[in-house]
Structure formats: structure tokens, C-alpha cells
């Protein structure tokens, strides 16, 4: 069921909200917690799809803050809230709600979500493109427990993990770390199988790819050695290499579906590393809401070294 409110209030979109839950025979959806996408119309129906896709595994209200500037002399006229409430199968397992915010009404965000969270639920923020530099001060970011951003989608990608580094608050992720979940799992469970010491390492990707200096980042600060970043065509991370006295250990992935896992002394062997989805992504962020110790230990680990060395 979808309803279209124009020039409305937060109170007349919760009493909507209850109708329409009324109306598809639920008066309680069973939220595990509210989703606070703040994006911009370009990139809202990628984010809001992405959301409904993980709301299958975890049941959510999705709202989506989509703020609307104007300029000049009519900007104080067309301050107004629109919105567009979606329950139901229109919604994948929650409900969502797009807010369009029309001029100084953009500096209030805030305010306008905060009747609209779910009840006694946890609250995640999500930022798909710009993001703002401290999450943990945005007036929506204030009302989250967790909060994601994506480096990769900045201008500068590797610049913005030093400015992330530096504001960074218990409860803060990025999805440039999110998507290392395989590589780091596949790299912990090599050195199960062969545990060896390693002596330097490198990581091979496309230029400026923000998962891939987190990954040399996690692999110094894990391993206490060196790491060489190595550009190459891409897609996205292709290769890891680990020096070890009694050879390489390698992840090749040149196709970004299936790698292959070379270990001294052991066949060659293919695995599973595709690209994952956003909505997969998101799904896996939404399974814990507490502060990740070591992405931020990946962080500050960079940072403190560029410091001692100043």
C-alpha cells in the first residue's frame, strides 16, 4: 500500500503510518529498528531498494531523508515536508517512509524524524553517497546507534579514512570495511590451516580503492609488517600476497567472483569472492549495532603511526 502526503507534518505521518497499517490488516509490524537513509535524489531509489532487500532479514522502518534546496528569494516560501509512506508488500518487511525536505526545512531533520522512529527500537544511520564529516554530530547522526558511511563513494576515497580516523565515534562503519568481511575471513582461515610468519605483504587493486587500504591497514596492524599497496586494473581488490620463509601465500581474485588460494605446500584451490550487494552489505552492518573495536583500531592504527613519525 503506498500513500502520498504533500506539504504535511511528522504527526500527520505517524497518524498515516497507523492507517495504513490498519488498512493491510497489521497494527504491529514487529520492527527490530529504524533505518535512516540520508541521500539525495539521485541515489535514493538504489538506497531504498538496497534497504528493503535487507529489511527481508531484518524487519525495519526505512526512512529516507531526501533534502531539497532552493535558492534565491522563494526559499523561505517553499519550506514544506512531502512524503510517501509505503507498508506492506510495497515495503519488503517493515515499512518505509521518503521524506522530501524543501528549504530551511533541510537544517531540521532532526526534528522531523525523530516522531517517526520506530518505538523502543534501535536507530542506524546511513549515508550511500556524501556523508557528512562527523557522523556523530549530524543532527541525524545523533539519533542513531549505529551509523554507516561509504568512503568509496567520497571524491577522495583514501583521503576521507585519515578524516573519518579523526572523528571517529564509538558506533561509526564504513562499507568500504563492511565489504572485507570474505577477504579477511578467507586470510584468517589460510593461516589456520598453515600458520607461518609473515616477513612483508602487499595488496593489489584498482587506484584509490578505500577497501583496499583498509585491508592493508587490518594486515599491518594484524601482522606488524609492512604492506605495499599495488594499483592494478581492477575490479576492485585482485590480490593479496603474504611472504612467509617457506613461500607466498596468495588470494588472487582477477574476475571478482571466484579467487584462488595458493599455500605453500598445499594445492591450489578456488573459493568463493564475489562483489556483494549493497543490500547485502547493509543486511550484514544491521546484525550488530555495538562499537567495532577494530575498525577503529584500523583506523587510529594509521593515524598514531602518521603522528610518532611527524
Known amino acids: 500500500m503506498r500513500t502520498e502526503l504533500t506539504d504535511t507534518t511528522s504527526s500527520k505521518i505517524g497518524r498515516a ?19 535512516v537513509i540520508v541521500t539525495d535524489e539521485e541515489n535514493a531509489y538504489d ?10 532479514e531484518h524487519p525495519c522502518r526505512i526512512i529516507a531523508v531526501i533534502k531539497r534546496t532552493h535558492r534565491g528569494p522563494e ?6 515536508l512531502d512524503a510517501e509512506l509505503r507498508v506492506g508488500s510495497d515495503a519488503g518487511s517493515g515499512e518505509t517512509v521518503i521524506l522530501r525536505l524543501h528549504g530551511d526545512l533541510t537544517t531540521q531533520a532532526g526534528s522531523v524524524v525523530l516522531p517517526l522512529l520506530a518505538p523502543d527500537a534501535p536507530v542506524v544511520a546511513w549515508w550511500p553517497a556524501e556523508a557528512p564529516a562527523d557522523p556523530a554530530r549530524d543532527d541525524l547522526g545523533a539519533l542513531a546507534q549505529r551509523r554507516i558511511t561509504d568512503a568509496q563513494e567520497a571524491p577522495d576515497p583514501l583521503g576521507v579514512l585519515d578524516a573519518r580516523a579523526a572523528s571517529y565515534a564509538p558506533g561509526d562503519t564504513d562499507l568500504a570495511w563492511t565489504r572485507l568481511t570474505p577477504w579477511r575471513s578467507l586470510l584468517a582461515c589460510a593461516f589456520d590451516q598453515k600458520p607461518l610468519p609473515v616477513t612483508a605483504a602487499a595488496v593489489e587493486s584498482e587506484p584509490d580503492n578505500a577497501s583496499a587500504e583498509l585491508l592493508a591497514r587490518w594486515l599491518e596492524d594484524r601482522l606488524g609488517v609492512p604492506v605495499a599497496r599495488v594499483v592494478s586494473d581492477g575490479p576492485v581488490i585482485t590480490r593479496v600476497r603474504l611472504e612467509t620463509s617457506a613461500g607466498e601465500v596468495v588470494v588472487d581474485r582477477p574476475t571478482g567472483s571466484l579467487a584462488m588460494l595458493v599455500l605453500p605446500g598445499w594445492p591450489d584451490r578456488k573459493v568463493a569472492l564475489k562483489i556483494r550487494s549493497t543490500a547485502e552489505l547493509i543486511a550484514e552492518e544491521l546484525r550488530r549495532l555495538d562499537a567495532d573495536e577494530v575498525y577503529a583500531s584500523v583506523l587510529r592504527g594509521r593515524a598514531a603511526q602518521a603522528s610518532l613519525s611527524a
Do not use: C, K, N, Y
Open 75 to 80: 526559499r523561505r516560501r517553499r519550506t514544506r
Open 17 to 35: 503510518l497507523l492507517d495504513a497499517r490498519r488498512a493491510v490488516g497489521s497494527q504491529t509490524m514487529g520492527l527490530v529498528l529504524t533505518l
Open 47 to 56: 538506497a531504498v531498494r538496497a534497504a528493503s532487500e535487507a529489511s527481508r
